[in-house]
């Protein structure tokens, strides 16, 4: 089983930039796909981005593509995501989420497909 923390949220003026980092336990890091949800308040949680374990196959949601990059670092049990030109309507808790499979290139883009979650961080964007 593997625990996931979320770190590197805080507020931010629009058009400025944050990293997020997701640290994860366990051994098995290397075997899990992960990704990123958010959820603002009032709303649903959806989907941000979502990375392979491999690390070589990435998605992301339209409204952050080309502003935000996935990446992971197996040896050290981590996934950042970088949001850049960040908008008041990017305010959300950010939550990043692991799931165990056998695929290198798979990764998920439905809350429901994924068993392990953290506890988010905040992120709060100023027009």
């Known amino acids: 089983q593997v625990q996931l923390v979320e770190s590197g949220g805080g507020l931010v003026q629009a058009g400025g930039s944050l990293r997020l980092s997701c640290t994860a336990s366990g051994p098995t890091f290397s075997r899990y796909a992960m990704g990123w949800f958010r959820q603002a308040p009032g709303k649903e949680r959806e989907f941000v981005a979502a990375?392979?374990?491999?690390?070589?196959?990435?998605a992301y949601a339209d409204s952050v593509k080309g502003r935000s990059t996935i990446s992971r670092d197996n040896a050290k049990n981590t996934m950042t995501l970088q949001m850049n030109d960040l908008k008041p309507e990017d305010t959300a808790v950010y939550y990043c989420a692991a799931e165990r499979t056998w695929y290198s290139g798979r990764y998920y883009y439905s809350v429901d497909d994924y068993d392990y979650w953290g506890q988010g961080t905040q992120v709060t964007v100023s027009s």
């Open positions: 990375i392979s374990w491999s690390g070589g196959n990435t």
